[in-house]
């Protein structure tokens, strides 16, 4: 079960390949989220915490749980021995080398726990498919999937963000489940919650799993629950981590009486239904398809003109944004549809029991009716779909099929994140490798059995090459540009949000139909 005894190093060559590109990408463009994360360093190395989520000095205000802060606080004073200036809070926008230099390195170092994290995801799969060749193991596919995952490179180490060891946390907490660590699992969950929230999508794979598999110690013949096997032991101890970690995290702000204040910043619905580069969602083809109706009305004359708002949905601003056909969007009626959308994949781990893999087919289907239906979905969010269906793509063909369309179409919808010439070369480069890798890796492991992909769903990702060409190339050189700004990014936000939706609904099909083997149900 364990890697091969011979394995450790070809996973170091694979943890210091990946590293040593990141160091490569130091230099490269960074996004707002830079400034951000400069201005959270100088908040929480100056004021006292009392003011941690009153300061305003910066339109960059904390907006992350407090465990982020005093991750930043304590990234603070290591801050100030390389350059003292990026922790004044006044320095809006201040850029050196030195600050550049410490940003980038903290992502690079923090990602210490991502890299631990796969190598603990690869010891939990089964080495049935025992290959003569190290390439064609997939304990060696898996690690490479997750360590030079794509998306993870562009948004961390070129766009500027964290969450190679926020994933190293979920991924962790994956595994020491699929040990049986149930407790270990749950608490570096808790804790992960307090890093960042949007992990709350998948809580409830979490929480029925651990009801399922933990609380209740037995299952009948048919796989059915034994509810006199109920622990009440077991739900107090899962209790008492879940409440231990919150009070350590928000119990000052309880104390201070600031914890609406912390509520509001951690949810701030005042935010649009879409984010300023549109996701490819639900949304984003409900949105596409008020434009489309709106320039037919005006075409034919049933609306005014006059009453139309200009186009500031696509003006690339955060706001909130009225509908001019179809229904408005409320921030309830988004909590509303994502209820419904994840709730038959609760009821299926619940139902159906499949031990870990139908975990992780529950989770995926959480990240993903969240990304679909959510209030304000940011595109990198698609990230918390692909990573854990690495996991499951290496043990099916049916999975590995689905992992190919969502990753594909994922993250080619993250490159208008990285919009300047420079990185343009890069970001292509590093798609087609992953991709050509992802393609041929799975097809090898899978070679006896039918095609990962059918004729309609090949034409489909092949499509992307000339979205690409002509976003990229022709676009800009048209009248266009300056008339309407915003179309390279409806084109790849709808184009992508078909395939995203595509891959959800195959999922969801998957899972739905699949019957519970006599081997499953005893487990």
């Not at 048209?478 to 184009?495: I, N």
Request: proline residues 5%.
């Amino acid at each position: 079960r364990a890697m091969a005894a011979g394995g450790r190093g070809w996973f170091r060559a694979l943890a210091l390949g990946v590293s040593f590109l990141k160091c490569l990408l130091i230099p490269a463009y960074y996004s707002t989220d830079f400034e951000v994360h400069r201005n959270w360093l100088a908040i929480t190395h100056n004021l006292p915490l009392s003011q941690w989520y009153y300061e305003t000095t910066s339109e960059w205000t904390l907006d992350y749980p407090p465990f982020f802060a005093w991750f930043e606080y304590a990234l603070s004073h290591i801050a100030k021995y390389f350059d003292p200036q990026m922790l004044v809070v006044e320095n809006l926008n201040y850029t050196s080398r030195a600050t550049i230099f410490f940003q980038r390195l903290s992502v690079i170092f923090t990602d210490t726990l991502f890299i631990y994290a796969v190598h603990e995801c690869c010891r939990c799969i089964n080495g049935k498919r025992a290959a003569k060749d190290i390439l064609e193991k997939p304990t060696f596919i898996l690690a490479v999937l997750l360590l030079w995952n794509f998306g993870l490179l562009i948004v961390d180490h070129i766009h500027f963000q964290y969450n190679g060891f926020l994933f190293g946390l979920m991924l962790l907490s994956v595994a020491r489940l699929c040990q049986k660590r149930y407790l270990e699992g749950a608490l570096l969950f808790a804790v992960l919650l307090h890093f960042k929230h949007i992990y709350m999508y998948v809580a409830p794979a979490y929480g029925i799993y651990l009801l399922r598999s933990y609380c209740f110690t037995a299952n009948n013949a048919d796989g059915s629950v034994k509810w006199r096997s109920f622990s009440f032991l077991h739900v107090t101890l899962l209790g008492l981590i879940v409440c231990l970690v919150s009070a350590l995290s928000l119990g000052p702000f309880l104390v201070l009486g600031q914890l609406p204040q912390v509520i509001s910043r951690l949810f701030p619905f005042k935010r649009g239904l879409c984010h300023a580069y549109w996701a490819p969602n639900f949304w984003a083809l409900y949105n596409a398809m008020d434009k489309a109706l709106t320039i037919l009305g005006l075409k034919c004359n049933f609306l005014d003109a006059t009453k139309i708002p200009k186009a500031s949905m696509t003006g690339g601003l955060v706001q909130e944004f009225q509908h001019t056909v179809l229904p408005s969007v409320t921030p309830l009626a988004t909590l509303i549809c994502t209820f419904i959308a994840i709730l038959p994949s609760v009821f299926c781990l619940w139902f159906k029991p499949q031990g870990p893999r139908g975990f992780l087919q529950c989770l995926v289907l959480c990240a993903l009716s969240s990304f679909m239906f959510g209030w304000h979905v940011h595109e990198k969010a698609i990230l918390l779909a692909i990573l854990p269906l690495s996991l499951l793509s290496i043990q099916r063909a049916k999975d590995a099929g689905i992992y190919l369309i969502l990753a594909t179409t994922g993250h080619f919808s993250l490159f208008p994140l990285l919009f300047t010439p420079p990185e343009l070369p890069i970001k292509i480069l590093l798609m087609m490798l992953f991709t050509v890798y992802s393609f041929s890796s799975l097809k090898s492991l899978f070679r006896r059995e039918k095609p990962l992909l059918n004729w309609l769903e090949t034409i489909y990702l092949i499509q992307l090459v000339p979205l690409e060409i002509f976003c990229e190339i022709i676009f800009p050189l048209t009248h266009w540009k300056q008339l309407f700004p915003f179309v390279p990014l409806l084109l790849t936000s709808v184009y992508c949000a078909l395939g995203i939706t595509y891959a959800w609904l195959k999922l969801y099909i998957s899972v739905l139909t699949e019957r519970t083997s006599v081997r499953q149900k005893a487990e």
